[in-house]
């Protein structure tokens, strides 16, 4: 198997990144021309034969390694300082340098590789964004394309502007799809997630309430997140969330139809499901409704399948039909999608079940707004036995972020939550609204930080709880979820 990245050589990245290639004292002439074996900006994972990026973080500067990845076998460096420079500030040897790049910055460099990466592929990419859901949306449809195809999918929250050209340079030529995410805050940014992804496939789940400091409303985050149109493709396929009632308004896209996919019986769509089985925190059963120009080489009209989804709530059936779409588009049969469907895995901090002796818990931790707030309640209030929410402050919501999160609060209520644990200065109004409708809650409390949490928690859960912990991830919830394994 072939280890080195197609056209990477030291030549075409400067080139691609307009930087200046240059040959340290070590190097090896012979190597100028070789590719690369990998492209790195962690130094720990940095192979022989590597790219290694050095970038000044908040806390570390990535150019004190570049000693050691040298050592470790590097073919090469970039850069934004000289060795002199790199030997004056942190003792690095300058004679023990090989070839380097030297750029004015090293993020906007390493997403000039990593585009011009992106045209030496011929794999398919999709391209997945959206408010809520992405994650989730992503690993369903690797799982789906895993059942004919070697997948590569973003790991971790590698989906910004850092992260995206990681994933793209991690794929090697034994992949034949990949599946990447694309998370923005501002607009502008979605162009430079383009530019370098440029998928085939792009995905969009829903256009919720988050980012609102920088987006203003949703009719911003419709404009942000479908700047992706513009790089994708020239023949490139859309595939969105018709239940979402903006979305369902996007008809065509570069002159081209687009597909919709749901939960909704509704005329147009092409992959949606009825017959919707809720089985709680175990998941759903549904029947799969596959036609419209999915269908137009078989001459059928409709394709009619049962389909498990091992994941919890209706937002996942969603996602589950957003895969189905996909792995038709790419050539799979319904058993393969199927297949891919029901062996999708849960997400660490994302709706993720952790089942224990005496206690269930929900970590849905890593991200919150008000759509992802309620469909998470939606899913506890599927549990059996008490109902517990741990909810935290939601970031990012702008001039509405109070009326927001009152409404959160309201909802609670709604679905009928026995118990409700308000952590935060904001979730004070999630409080504040649950007690006006207090109706027969076991319990109804305010916390002012985490800690203050951490420690009430012990006379706060009872055995045959299911609890829910959900808010922004600067929250810090995890450890709340830690705390709870270990009660």
Avoid at 126 to 132: H, K
Avoid at 395 to 401: C, I
Avoid at 454 to 480: Q, R
């Amino acid at each position: 198997m072939e280890t080195t990245m197609r056209n990477m050589t030291l030549e075409n990245m400067a080139a691609a990144c307009g930087g200046r290639l240059l040959r340290g004292a070590a190097a090896d002439e012979g190597s100028s021309g070789k590719e690369i074996t990998c492209a790195e900006i962690d130094s720990r994972r940095i192979a022989e034969g590597g790219l290694f990026f050095a970038s000044r973080g908040e806390k570390v500067d990535g150019h004190k390694f570049i000693g050691q990845v040298f050592e470790k076998g590097a073919l090469c460096v970039v850069t934004e300082k000289t060795p002199e420079q790199v030997e004056e500030e942190h003792g690095v040897a300058a004679n023990a340098w090989g070839f380097y790049i030297l750029v004015e910055d090293t993020f906007t460099a390493l997403r000039g590789i990593a585009a011009f990466y992106r045209r030496q592929l011929s794999i398919p990419v999709v391209g997945i964004t959206g408010s809520v859901g992405k994650t989730s949306t992503k690993e369903f449809i690797a799982g789906v394309l895993s059942a004919k195809y070697h997948v590569l999918k973003t790991e971790g929250n590698f989906n910004n502007g850092v992260g995206l050209p990681l994933t793209l340079l991690r794929i090697r030529r034994e992949h034949e799809a990949a599946v990447v995410e694309m998370g923005i805050s501002d607009f502008g940014e979605m162009s430079r997630l383009g530019e370098m992804a440029m998928p085939d496939i792009c995905v969009i789940t829903n256009i919720g309430q988050c980012h609102l400091e920088t987006l203003h409303d949703r009719a911003g985050i419709l404009k942000a997140k479908t700047e992706i149109f513009h790089y994708m493709k020239e023949d490139g396929e859309v595939c969105l969330n018709g239940d979402d009632d903006m979305l369902s308004m996007i008809r065509t896209v570069n002159n081209k139809a687009v597909h919709h996919f749901g939960v909704s019986e509704t005329e147009g769509f092409e992959v949606f499901a009825t017959d919707i089985e809720n089985l709680g925190l175990s998941g759903s059963r549904a029947v799969m409704h596959i036609g419209g120009s999915l269908l137009a080489e078989n001459g059928k009209t409709e394709e009619v399948y049962p389909v498990e989804i091992p994941l919890p709530g209706q937002h996942m059936v969603i996602n589950a039909m957003a895969a189905a779409m996909v792995g038709r588009l790419l050539g799979l049969s319904a058993q393969e999608i199927q297949k891919g469907i029901k062996s999708v895995e849960p997400v660490g901090g994302r709706s993720h079940i952790v089942k224990l002796a005496d206690k269930t818990i929900i970590d849905d931790c890593y991200n919150a707004n008000p759509v992802s707030m309620k469909a998470a309640l939606d899913l506890l209030s599927g549990a059996l036995g008490r109902k517990v929410a741990i909810l935290g402050d939601m970031f990012e919501l702008g001039n509405n972020s109070d009326k927001m999160h009152e409404e959160v609060g309201v909802y609670a209520v709604e679905k009928d939550i026995d118990a409700v644990f308000c952590v935060g200065e904001s979730a004070r109004l999630m409080y504040d609204a649950v007690l006006v409708r207090y109706d027969g809650m076991q319990d109804v409390r305010y916390f002012e930080n985490r800690e203050e949490l951490l420690e009430s928690l012990p006379e706060l859960i009872s055995a045959g709880d299911t609890i829910l912990v959900k808010a922004s991830h600067g929250m810090g919830f995890a450890s709340v979820v830690e705390a709870l394994k270990q009660m």
